[in-house]
C-alpha cells in the first residue's frame, strides 16, 4: 500500500470546497472512472461535514488530517480529528422515512463507499474515519439497484 | 450572495448557483424561507447549481416544510444528475415535486 497524499486543514467551511477540488483531482490522477468520482468526492466532503460539525462542534480551529492510499486498484481515505472520541456506537443513519433536514451524511457515505470504519484513536482525544472505495468498479453509486 | 428571483405564473422562482455546501448552505436556506415567510409559492432553481451536500439538501427539505404547513406550493426546477444523485440518496427525489423545465411546469 502507498500513500499518495498526507493533507492538513482547519475545520472550516469555506476549506470544503478547494477540498472537492483536491480529491477530484487526486482521484482522476489514479485513475479513477467517471461513476465514482462524483461517489469519492461526495463521501469525502460529508465525512469532514460531519467532523466539522459534530466532533468539532463548528468551531473554525480543529485539525482535520486526510491520508490517501492506494491500495492495488482501491484508494483508502483516512480522516483523523483531534476532538473528543465519539461514542462510536452513536454514529449510524437515520430511518429516511423521516423527512427532515439534516442527519444524512452518514447514509450517503454508506451508500457510496465499499467499506467504512469508524475508529477512536488510541490517544486520548482523536478519531478516525476509514473509507475504501475500488477505483474502476462502478457498484455502489448504482443507484438503480436501490 | 443573492439568488435571483423572478416570477413565473403564480410561483416565485428562486435561482440557486454554484456550490450549495456548509459553507454556502446558510445562505441558500435563508433566502428560501424567506420567500415562504412572505407566502410565495416557491419554485427552487437548481439548473445553475454545480454541486449540493447534505447540508444544500437539508435546507431544501427545510422550505419544503415551511412551505407545507403554510399550505404553499414548493417544487425544484432543473435537477442536474450529480443533484438528482444526492436526492436519490436520500430517498428524496419521491418526496419533492421535480420539473425538468418550465415548459413541463406550464403543462
Redo the contacts between chains.
Keep these: 500500500m502507498t500513500r499518495l497524499e498526507r493533507i492538513h486543514l482547519l475545520s472550516r467551511a469555506d476549506r470544503l470546497q478547494p477540498l472537492r477540488k483536491f480529491v477530484r483531482e487526486l482521484a482522476i490522477q489514479q485513475g479513477c472512472c467517471a461513476e465514482n468520482l462524483d461517489c469519492m468526492v461526495m463521501a469525502i466532503n460529508e465525512a469532514c461535514m460531519n467532523v466539522i460539525q459534530h466532533a468539532y462542534h463548528g468551531r473554525d480551529d480543529g485539525e482535520i488530517i486526510i491520508e490517501f492510499w492506494k491500495d492495488a486498484d482501491e484508494l483508502l481515505i483516512r480522516i483523523y480529528d483531534f476532538a473528543d472520541q465519539v461514542d462510536l456506537d452513536a454514529i449510524r443513519s437515520r430511518d429516511l422515512a423521516d423527512v427532515r433536514p439534516g442527519g444524512l451524511g452518514v447514509h450517503i457515505i454508506h451508500q457510496v463507499m465499499d467499506s467504512v470504519q469508524y475508529k477512536n484513536c488510541n490517544e486520548p482525544l482523536g478519531n478516525l474515519l476509514e473509507m475504501r472505495k475500488q477505483l474502476n468498479k462502478p457498484v455502489k453509486c448504482n443507484l438503480a439497484d436501490q | 450572495m443573492k439568488y435571483p428571483v423572478t416570477q413565473h405564473n403564480n410561483y416565485t422562482l428562486l435561482q440557486l448557483t454554484g ?1 450549495i ?3 454556502e448552505s446558510p445562505n441558500a436556506r435563508r433566502q428560501i424561507l424567506e420567500q415562504i415567510k412572505h407566502n410565495n409559492n416557491l419554485l427552487v432553481d437548481l439548473s445553475a447549481v454545480e ?1 449540493i ?3 444544500g ?3 431544501l ?2 422550505g ?2 415551511n412551505a407545507r404547513g403554510k399550505q404553499l406550493e414548493f417544487a425544484l426546477l432543473g435537477v442536474s444528475p ?1 443533484a438528482m ?2 436526492l ?5 427525489d419521491t ?1 419533492f415535486t421535480i420539473y425538468h423545465s418550465l415548459d413541463e411546469l406550464d403543462t
Excluded at chain 2, 436519490?88 to 428524496?92: D, G, S, T, V, Y
Design positions: 456550490e455546501d456548509l459553507n454541486y451536500d447534505s447540508s439538501v437539508a435546507s427539505v427545510e419544503f416544510q450529480s444523485q444526492v436519490q440518496l436520500a430517498r428524496l418526496v
